[in-house]
């Protein structure tokens, strides 16, 4: 079954000129988002779960964005979890995942509630935002959270977050990346959680797609 939801997912995201790797992991992506906080590996004392944190690196025009819209176009179509403006602070985002609707799964006779939200960028910089060390922060701390994830605002008490769930999928190109490297705010824990994926060349010219 997994294997026919990679082929079908190629197949629909066929006949343009976008990396294949892109279209790959952007189909992992997906499948990160369909499961979301449904599905786990126990690991002793703790649960590993399979929110995807994935930056697409390449070129201007080297086809990330066309496979970002695929992906994007397709979670639209089956799911209801809500997805963040491409530009949002730290603060209007744990805002609204506290405020969304709860999402429930049913498992041995108990109902597990959980938050999720997605993320599709195509302009990392831009959705990190003025601040984007606060910003880099926040997903670092609630990629792993379990239970109650809870924020402290300055003048509008605490943001509480049940069980979140955030996955992500961006864009950079290796200029901005290196610049990002260079004032550390690729580093620490968050390097450790997120998947840089590099294709250095398009995919096959398609003059009529």
Not at 25 to 30: D, G, I, K, R, V
């Amino acid at each position: 079954m997994l294997q026919n939801y990679f082929d079908n997912y190629l197949y629909y995201a066929s006949e343009n000129e976008a990396s294949p790797r892109y279209h790959q992991w952007a189909c992992l992506s997906t499948l990160s988002v369909a499961v979301s906080r449904r599905v786990w590996v126990s690991q002793g004392d703790w649960k590993v779960y399979p929110n995807l944190y994935m930056l697409f690196v390449g070129d201007p025009a080297s086809g990330k964005s066309i496979a970002l819209s695929f992906a994007e176009k397709l979670v639209q179509s089956f799911t209801t979890y809500p997805i963040a403006p491409n530009s949002i602070t730290r603060e209007m985002l744990s805002q609204t995942m506290a405020r969304s609707d709860k999402n429930s799964f049913l498992h041995n006779n108990v109902v597990t509630e959980f938050t999720h939200m997605t993320v599709f960028s195509d302009e990392l910089i831009m959705f990190l935002g003025a601040e984007p060390i606060r910003m880099i922060d926040f997903l670092t701390a609630i990629y792993s959270a379990e239970g109650s994830f809870q924020i402290a605002t300055k003048n509008k008490g605490s943001d509480v977050i049940v069980n979140p769930c955030l996955v992500l999928l961006g864009l950079l190109t290796p200029n901005t990346l290196t610049s990002m490297l260079a004032q550390n705010l690729v580093s620490g824990g968050f390097s450790r959680r997120v998947l840089l994926i590099y294709a250095k060349d398009r995919g096959t010219p398609k003059p009529r797609p």
